[in-house]
Nanobody, 123 residues
């Protein structure tokens, strides 16, 4: 059974920073691509960032480029999302996700989802 557990969400003022973590269990972690998605109230879930299993390649949504950084530590079975210069429009539930390939994650064809963590950015 694969489990993804997010943490690190919370309330922050605009311009502030948060770091999300996603702890994964199961043998797939070290070879699967990982990613983050978010869903704001009344909107569809959208892609935020993805990273290859090797950590050498990343991809970001245009709306977060230059502000968010995805990284992973395979020894700890954990993926991170460092979020800087946060804006009120970043307010959403953030989900960790995994799939067999990088392109599947970027395309939203996810094999497993976490339960989500709320990020609220006040103006």
């Amino acid at each position: 059974q694969v489990q993804l557990v997010e943490s690190g969400g919370g309330l922050v003022q605009a311009g502030g920073s948060l770091r999300l973590s996603c702890a994964a269990s199961g043998r797939i972690f070290s070879t699967y691509a990982m990613g983050w998605f978010r869903q704001a109230p009344g909107k569809e879930r959208e892609f935020v960032a993805a990273i290859r299993w090797s950590g050498g390649t990343t991809s970001y949504a245009d709306s977060v480029k230059g502000r968010f950084t995805i990284s992973r530590d395979n020894a700890k079975n954990t993926v991170y999302l460092q979020m800087n210069s946060l804006k009120p429009e970043d307010t959403a539930v953030y989900y960790c996700a995994t799939a067999r390939t990088f392109n599947l994650v970027v395309g939203g064809t996810v094999a497993y989802w976490g339960q989500g963590t709320q990020v609220t950015v006040s103006s």
